[in-house]
C-alpha cells in the first residue's frame, strides 16, 4: 500500500517483513492519528519506560476528545493503527532477541591478545549473540566484515605496540579539545560508578540514541512532513540496527584485546582510559560502524554539506556543537574513541569503512 507521499511499504524489504493490514474499504480513517497508535502500541513493548509512552499514548487522545474529532473516525483510526502496531509486534517477536541469550556466552581464555574483562567491574562480555539476529536489510552478518587486526605482538617497536603506545600517549598528553570530545561522544548508556561498597549506573543516550537524535532535529528544523519524517528515522534507525549486527559479527570473530588491558600489561600497571572500557572485544569501533552508517543515510536523504548543531549532550552538561555535515560528526564521533582511549586507531579506520558500506547498500536497497 503506497500513501498519498508515495512513500512504499517496507513490506517485501525488510526480512520476513509481509504485507501489513490495510485499512477496511468504506471507513473513513484519520492516518496521522494511526501512524501515532501504531507507534505506542510498539514503543510500549519494547522500551524499558513502557508505562511513559502508555500515559503519552493517553495524553494525545485527551487531546484529540478536546478537539472533539469525530468518535467513528477516531474509533476506527486507534483500531487500524492498534492492528498495524501488533503487526509490527509479531514480526519483532521472531528476531531472535529473546533467544540470544540462550545461546553460549563468551569464554574467558589466556590466549594471547583475545579479549579480557576490564576494570572496573570486570564484568562478563554482553551481548556475545547479538550477530544472531536477523537482519533488516543486509545480506549476511558477515558481508561488510573487515579485514583481521594487526597481529598482536608485545615487542617493543612492533605495529601492534605502537597502536597500543599512542593509545597510552593520547590519555596521557591529550591535545587542546581531546578530553572534550571523548567525553562529548562518550555515549555510555551504563557507566559504571562506585561509591564506597555500593556501585550503581549513570544513564546517558548510546550511540543509535544520539544519532536518532540528531535525525528527528533535522527533521523538525526543516520542518518534513510526517511521512518524510518517518523514512529518514526509519532508514536512518535500520542502518545503525544492521550496522551493529555487522559490527558485533566482526568483534566475536576477533576477540581482541582492549588497550586498557594492554598497556596495564606492557606498558604501564596503573594507566587508566579516559572513558570506561566497554565490556565487549575491541576491534572493530562500534561507535565508528554506527555512526558511519548513519551518516551515510542522512547524507543521502538531506545533503552531502549539511552544516547543524548538535544540542543531544546539553542534559548531560555538555554544550553544542556545531558540524559541517553529517560526515563530520561522524569522523569525531569516531575518533573520539581514540582520544578516550578505548580504541586503537585501526578498529576507528575500519569500522568507517564498514560503517559506510553498511550505509551505502542498505540506501540502495531502501530507496
Not at 500500500?1 to 504485507?19: C, E, I
Not at 549486527?245 to 570473530?253: G, P
Not at 575518533?335 to 550505509?359: C, P
Request: glycine share 6%; with cysteine; charged share 20%.
Amino acid at each position: 500500500m503506497r500513501s498519498q507521499y508515495n512513500y512504499p511499504s517496507y513490506a517485501g524489504r525488510l526480512h520476513d517483513l509481509t504485507t501489513l493490514p490495510a485499512p477496511t474499504q468504506g471507513k473513513q480513517y484519520c492516518y496521522p492519528v494511526s501512524s501515532i497508535i501504531a507507534f505506542t502500541t510498539v514503543a510500549q513493548k519494547m522500551v524499558f519506560s513502557g508505562s511513559l509512552v502508555v500515559t503519552m499514548e493517553k495524553d494525545f487522545l485527551k487531546q484529540l476528545d478536546c478537539m472533539n474529532v469525530n468518535k467513528a473516525l477516531l474509533d476506527s483510526s486507534i483500531a487500524y493503527g492498534r492492528q498495524v502496531g501488533n503487526h509490527i509486534l509479531a514480526w519483532a517477536a521472531q528476531d531472535g532477541y529473546l533467544q540470544r541469550n540462550s545461546m553460549m556466552a563468551y569464554i574467558v581464555t589466556k590466549e594471547a591478545g583475545r579479549y579480557q574483562p576490564t576494570p572496573p567491574n570486570y564484568i562478563d562480555a554482553i551481548e556475545t549473540n547479538w550477530k544472531t539476529l536477523r537482519l533488516f536489510v543486509l545480506d549476511s552478518a558477515a558481508q561488510f566484515r573487515p579485514p583481521p587486526p594487526t597481529k598482536y605482538d608485545t615487542t617493543n617497536g612492533s605495529a601492534f605496540y605502537k597502536e597500543a603506545y599512542q593509545v597510552y600517549e593520547v590519555v596521557k598528553n591529550p591535545k587542546q579539545g581531546d578530553s572534550a570530545t571523548a567525553w562529548y561522544w562518550d555515549d555510555n548508556p551504563n557507566t559504571s560508578v562506585t561509591n564506597g561498597h555500593v556501585t550503581f549506573f549513570q544513564q546517558k543516550n548510546s550511540p543509535p540514541g544520539h544519532w536518532i537524535f540528531i535525525a528527528c532535529s533535522v527533521a523538525e528544523k526543516e520542518k518534513f512532513n510526517p511521512m518524510k519524517t518517518a523514512s529518514l528515522i526509519s532508514t536512518t534507525a535500520i542502518a545503525i540496527a544492521d550496522g551493529f549486527i555487522s559490527c558485533w559479527e566482526a568483534k566475536y570473530m576477533y576477540n581482541y584485546i582492549r588497550p586498557e588491558t594492554f598497556i596495564n600489561n606492557y606498558i604501564d600497571k596503573d594507566w587508566l582510559p579516559l572513558i570506561q572500557t566497554p565490556s565487549f572485544p575491541e576491534y572493530p569501533s562500534a561507535h565508528s560502524v554506527a555512526s558511519a552508517s548513519a551518516s551515510t543515510i542522512l547524507t543521502k536523504m538531506v545533503g552531502e554539506n549539511y552544516a547543524f548543531t548538535d544540542s543531544n549532550e546539553v542534559p548531560f552538561g555538555c554544550p553544542t556543537r556545531n558540524f559541517k555535515s553529517f560526515y563530520d560528526a561522524a569522523d569525531q564521533a569516531s575518533i573520539s574513541r581514540f582520544y578516550g582511549g578505548i580504541h586503537f586507531i585501526n578498529a576507528i579506520k575500519k569500522g568507517k569503512v564498514e560503517g559506510r558500506s553498511v550505509g551505502n547498500f542498505i540506501f540502495s536497497k531502501l530507496k
